[in-house]
Structures are given as structure tokens and as C-alpha cells.
T-cell receptor, first 114, second 117 residues
Framework: AQKITQTQPGMFVQEKEAVTLDCTYD???????LFWYKQPSSGEMIFLIY??????QNATEGRYSLNFQKARKSANLVISASQLGDSAMYFCAMREGTGNQFYFGTGTSLTVIP | DTEVTQTPKHLVMGMTNKKSLKCEQHMGHRAMYWYKQKAKKPPELMFVYSYEKLSINESVPSRFSPECPNSSLLNLHLHALQPEDSALYLC????????????????FGPGTRLLVL
């Protein structure tokens, strides 16, 4: 079974609008961390936001927020006020408390339209 | 500063060549990683070094040989590669390894685009 599922291969959003990128995960470990990365066409993976499984509040970092619904095992990324520079591939990732792997989803390609 | 540097940015090599990829971080991170990424795919973990010791080798062919000379440097030595090894090679580092906190966050370099002819 896939550890991380991103069901949206491609998304379009109008500039200045908000967009939600979906991520669901599969783990039986009560301890885990969830990460979102942005990868522009230049190739560098840029860390955006982190959510721990025991964190009481949803993580926020500037225009990025994480809609963490533990019971549904979802960790959707919300980007507010989209900018042209947000056009990139976005990867959701998870690390479990046990084991050493960093599991990546298949990614969502976001295009911001002027 | 969360900067990981990688050299070279681009590399073209023949199947009989020997080359090396270099990665450097000055954040005091104790874990460093090599990933391989094919176009439109997520990164695939190759190696993990923790405290300068190889902790994980994800069944990578021996034509890829990692080396960690010190806590800031990570090399990937390439020898007798195949055309299917052409990919983006990403280096990453994290403050910690083996726990489960935000310190496990991996920070990536810009990558080396490798083409094997």
C-alpha cells in the first residue's frame, strides 16, 4: 500500500486565489511527521512546512498552512494568495517514528495563472 | 541559513568515465543523504550517513560509491554508469536522524543533473 497518496497530478489556480493540495497517508505508527516540499523546475526541493502527529494545532508558515485531519489521515497543504512563483511541483512526505524511511508522494504540479 | 550546496550543477559522462558529485553543508547537521530523482517522479533514497557513518544503503548498485570525509561533506563517486542512471541527484541534510521531530526535516541542495551517454 502507498504510504503517501497525492491524488491531484495537476492543479491550476488563479493568481491571488487560495489553493488546497491534497495528501493522505497510511501508517499504524502513532508517532510520525508530515512534510511538504516545493520543487520548481530548477530542481531544488524547498522545505515548506512540518506537522508532527502529536501537534495540537495545524502548522502555519507564512502563506502556507497545513490542514491536518488526523482521524482521516489527511494533511492537505493550503497556499493562500497564490503567486506566479508558486508554480512548481509539490511533494508531501512522511517519516514514521519506527523505521528510517522518508516516504514521498507522487507529487502535484501546480500552475498559477495570471 | 539552510543552505546545501552541490557541485557540479550539470554533468555529462560516458559509461567508462569516473566522476564524483560533491555536497556540502555548514549548518552543523549530523545526517546527510543522497537521492536519485527521475523526471516527474518523487526522489528515491540511495544512501544515508549519520554522524559520518553509513546508516542506510538502499540496495544501490556498486557503481555508485558514497563517501563522507567529514560532517560537512558528502561525495558520490560514479564509475561505469549506465544510461538509465541519468537523473537529478539530490543531496540533503538534517539536524538529526533516527528521532521524530522537526529536526528530522531534510534540507535539499539544488541537485546535479547527470547525463550518461
Amino acid at each position: 500500500a502507498q504510504k503517501i497518496t497525492q491524488t491531484q497530478p495537476g492543479m491550476f489556480v488563479q493568481e491571488k486565489e487560495a489553493v488546497t493540495l491534497d495528501c493522505t497517508y497510511d501508517t499504524s505508527d502513532p508517532s510520525y511527521g508530515l512534510f511538504w516540499y516545493k520543487q520548481p523546475s530548477s530542481g531544488e526541493m524547498i522545505f515548506l512546512i512540518y506537522q508532527g502527529s502529536y501537534d495540537q494545532q495545524n502548522a502555519t508558515e507564512g502563506r502556507y498552512s497545513l490542514n491536518f485531519q488526523k482521524a482521516r489521515k489527511s494533511a492537505n497543504l493550503v497556499i493562500s494568495a497564490s503567486q506566479l512563483g508558486d508554480s512548481a511541483m509539490y511533494f508531501c512526505a512522511m517519516r514514521e517514528g519506527t523505521g528510517n524511511q522518508f516516504y514521498f508522494g507522487t507529487g502535484t504540479s501546480l500552475t498559477v495563472i495570471p | 541559513d539552510t543552505e546545501v550546496t552541490q557541485t557540479p550543477k550539470h554533468l555529462v559522462m560516458g559509461m567508462t568515465n569516473k566522476k564524483s558529485l560533491k555536497c556540502e553543508q555548514h549548518m552543523g547537521h549530523r545526517a546527510m543523504y543522497w537521492y536519485k530523482q527521475k523526471a516527474k517522479k518523487p526522489p528515491e533514497l540511495m544512501f544515508v550517513y549519520s554522524y559520518e557513518k553509513l546508516s542506510i544503503n538502499e540496495s544501490v548498485p556498486s557503481r555508485f560509491s558514497p563517501e563522507c570525509p567529514n560532517s560537512s561533506l558528502l561525495n558520490l563517486h560514479l564509475h561505469a554508469l549506465q544510461p538509465e542512471d541519468s537523473a537529478l541527484y539530490l543531496c540533503a541534510s538534517s539536524q538529526a536522524w533516527g528521532g521524530l521531530t522537526k529536526q528530522e526535516t531534510q534540507y535539499f541542495g539544488p541537485g546535479t543533473r547527470l547525463l550518461v551517454l
